[in-house]
């Protein structure tokens, strides 16, 4: 396992990341548990949840019901001091006014929410789910500002912002003393990247930590689908997951096959190709892998140090 900077921090990170959406919601504690097992026992430090992730997300209105916090809580009993825990906040947590978005009153309120539920006294890395326009930067800068100097969080970090809202958090940071963004968590992969025109170079310029999620394109990149309507028996896309149906276009399916004939025999699966391809990526700190079968943490664990080739860089980038 490689371990690298999270950003202008000396903390360090396992370039492969745990995450957990699945837990409470697809599968169940004891499952969640085997799944967490292994990748502590390969080196893996870095688990990323939210408040967000439960039974929740497949409702008509879509909430947080805390599930897969509650799951990683009690796994983490006795084990809190070995791994770098990452949760989220902004989301909706129910159907009131002020049970979403990142205003001083949810943050505070939710991230006791989390603590009680993961079981512990500080979140490593307090992450805001994404941009909330209907609240002024410095009122949630100056929320996560009070947790870091609370002792309740140690770092604080981004997910789904534009570089632009990135470069206004810093500045609304420096202007007023408060805590900056070390981290940004952005999907990232090989069907997916827009992040290269303005967030990589942005993360790169800042020294911020880019933690790459859905880099297998929610399962896409396995090459399990090949077309709109085939949904594997025990997929994500058979079980509900509306995210992947983006990726179902007649573009994408050519691509996932040129990929698939690039591999050709180099002796990995599509997926680890595809994590492999975001691993060599200079601006990404780490990838995170949200399984839900064991298999998934170990076949990310094996190619965890493989360096790409200069002619497949090369092949990869015309298709």
Same mark, same amino acid.
């Given at each position: 396992?490689?371990?690298?900077?999270?950003?202008?921090?000396?903390?360090?990170? @396992?370039?492969?990341?745990?995450?957990?959406?699945?837990?409470?919601?697809?599968?169940?504690?004891?499952?969640?548990?085997?799944?967490?097992?292994?990748?502590?026992?390969?080196?893996?430090?870095?688990?990323?949840?939210?408040?967000?992730?439960?039974?929740?997300?497949?409702?008509?209105?879509?909430?947080?019901?805390?599930?897969?916090?509650?799951?990683?809580?009690?796994?983490?009993?006795?084990?809190?001091?070995?791994?770098?825990?990452?949760?989220?906040?902004?989301?909706?947590?129910?159907?009131?006014?002020?049970?979403?978005?990142?205003?001083?009153?949810?943050?505070?309120?939710?991230?006791?929410?989390?603590?009680?539920?993961?079981?512990?006294?500080?979140?490593?890395?307090?992450?805001?789910?994404?941009?909330?326009?209907?609240?002024?930067?410095?009122?949630?800068?100056?929320?996560?500002?009070?947790?870091?100097?609370?002792?309740?969080?140690?770092?604080?970090?981004?997910?789904?912002?534009?570089?632009?809202?990135?470069?206004?958090?810093?500045?609304? @940071?420096?202007?007023?003393?408060?805590?900056?963004?070390?981290?940004?968590?952005?999907?990232?992969?090989?069907?997916?990247?827009?992040?290269?025109?303005?967030?990589?170079?942005?993360?790169?310029?800042?020294?911020?930590?880019?933690?790459?999620?859905?880099?297998?394109?929610?399962?896409?990149?396995?090459?399990?689908?090949?077309?709109?309507?085939?949904?594997?028996?025990?997929?994500?896309?058979?079980?509900?997951?509306?995210?992947?149906?983006?990726?179902?276009?007649?573009?994408?399916?050519?691509?996932?096959?040129?990929?698939?004939?690039?591999?050709?025999?180099?002796?990995?699966?599509?997926?680890?190709?595809?994590?492999?391809?975001?691993?060599?990526?200079?601006?990404?700190?780490?990838?995170?892998?949200?399984?839900?079968?064991?298999?998934?943490? @170990?076949?990310?664990?094996?190619?965890?140090?493989?360096?790409?080739?200069?002619?497949?860089?090369?092949?990869?980038?015309?298709?």
């Amino acid at each position: 396992m490689e371990y690298r900077n999270l950003g202008d921090t000396g903390l360090k990170v @396992s370039n492969i990341s745990l995450g957990t959406m699945a837990f409470g919601r697809w599968i169940d504690e004891q499952a969640s548990v085997e799944i967490m097992d292994i990748a502590l026992d390969t080196g893996i430090n870095l688990i990323d949840t939210a408040n967000f992730y439960g039974k929740g997300q497949d409702e008509a209105f879509k909430y947080g019901t805390g599930e897969c916090e509650e799951i990683v809580g009690n796994y983490l009993k006795g084990k809190r001091n070995q791994v770098v825990l990452a949760t989220k906040v902004g989301l909706p947590m129910g159907k009131g006014p002020n049970q979403q978005g990142l205003s001083k009153y949810h943050i505070m309120q939710q991230a006791e929410e989390s603590l009680r539920r993961l079981q512990t006294d500080w979140i490593d890395l307090y992450q805001v789910h994404r941009f909330d326009s209907s609240t002024p930067l410095e009122e949630t800068l100056s929320a996560l500002t009070d947790l870091v100097r609370q002792g309740k969080v140690r770092y604080i970090g981004c997910s789904n912002y534009a570089a632009w809202q990135m470069a206004k958090a810093k500045g609304v @940071s420096e202007l007023h003393g408060l805590e900056h963004f070390v981290s940004s968590q952005s999907q990232y992969n090989l069907l997916s990247r827009e992040l290269e025109n303005e967030v990589v170079p942005y993360c790169q310029s800042e020294k911020m930590g880019l933690l790459a999620y859905s880099p297998m394109a929610r399962g896409m990149l396995s090459g399990k689908y090949k077309t709109k309507g085939e949904m594997p028996e025990d997929s994500r896309a058979a079980k509900g997951e509306e995210l992947i149906q983006h990726y179902f276009t007649d573009a994408n399916f050519e691509k996932v096959a040129a990929y698939k004939e690039l591999l050709g025999d180099q002796g990995y699966n599509l997926s680890q190709f595809a994590l492999a391809w975001i691993l060599n990526q200079p601006a990404v700190t780490s990838a995170i892998v949200g399984a839900s079968k064991p298999h998934h943490v @170990s076949d990310a664990v094996e190619i965890s140090g493989w360096e790409w080739m200069e002619g497949l860089k090369e092949q990869v980038a015309h298709i």
